[in-house]
């Protein structure tokens, strides 16, 4: 198994791309001599950066511009490499293409892929099991791999540069007593209304806390709202001023995260601190949820409308979205304190 060549595929979401890392970590931990490269889209191959396991990272743009030709674009690169594995726990339909035609004799990914029949090795997608384990069952259908728990990892490492290290050390002087705060997502029905989100952060306040806001550039325009609304030198706007290992660095410098359901729990999640995580229309039963960090969840677990979706919805179908706004702030923070 020396010298090995695997790619792993995953162009999804950051926040699978940050729950692949465990695979990458433990392959290399079974196979030191091996070569692992990532293909990942644009906006996410930042966690990648510095990682001691990835030896490439080869980005993949599929929006915008003649789609095909990026396709064939990138699809040219994996045939030079000519990899011994390809590993593929994104499950649609151009990433099984790009598995298919990569030309490796070995491809392994899930049964409920979009072309399984086209895999060499698959695996069952149990949708209840967390997305770390469900992944690190892709790992054991290595050919010749001897899998060993002891080399087993699960928490994501990320490795910000040293500059964006000192960033976030500038950014953060004089701010003690830290709480990351992300109440966004891509989906509206895993966002905190803006409202709730101001009682969370008004309680937060109110008890001395400084708070910073993380998120995306997607999410400037809501957190700029928020930072107007409370009027407060002890919130600290970042939402789209940082990368994500800056953001997972200010996280490291937290005593705690609170945030929906979307990247910035797993960013917390791999920076160890305690997290309460806030479920609308998902819950824990899609395997998504802190692994490796004290946690809470806050959920209205009484709605018998949820889970609503297992990615998230554009608005409430039944146009009440209680799973969010029946949330009590009061519990939120009570949460956190008991587990910081």
Known sequence: MKNKKILIIQTAFLGD???????????????????????????????????????KVIPYDKKGGDKLDKFIEVLNEIREVEYDIVISPHRFLRSALLTYYSESKVR?????????????NKVKYIKDKHEIYRNLELVKQIPGLEYDEKKVSLRPELYPSIEQKENVRHLLKHRSNLISFAPCSKWFTKQLPLE????????????????????GEADTAYCSELEAKLNDESIMNLCGKLSPPESYEVM????????VDSAAQHLGSASGIPIVLIYG?????????PLTSRYKIA??????????????RDNCPLGHFKCMVDQSAEKIVGMMESII
């Open 281 to 289: 229309s998902t819950d824990i039963s899609f395997g998504f949820y």
């Open 299 to 312: 959920e209205i677990d009484s709605l018998e409308c949820r889970p609503c979706t297992d990615h998230g």
């Open 108 to 120: 392994i990914g899930f049964e409920e892929n979009s072309l399984a029949f086209l895999l060499t």
């Open 17 to 55: 791309v940050i729950l692949a890392l465990p695979m990458v970590q433990t392959i290399k931990a079974h196979l030191p001599d091996a070569l692992v490269d990532f293909l990942c889209i644009p906006s996410t191959e930042s966690v990648l950066q510095n990682h001691p396991a990835v030896n």
């Open 252 to 259: 490291t410098q937290s005593k705690a995260l609170i945030t």
């Open 196 to 215: 709730k989100a101001a009682e969370i952060a008004k309680i937060l306040l109110f008890k001395g806390y400084n708070v910073a806001l993380v998120g």
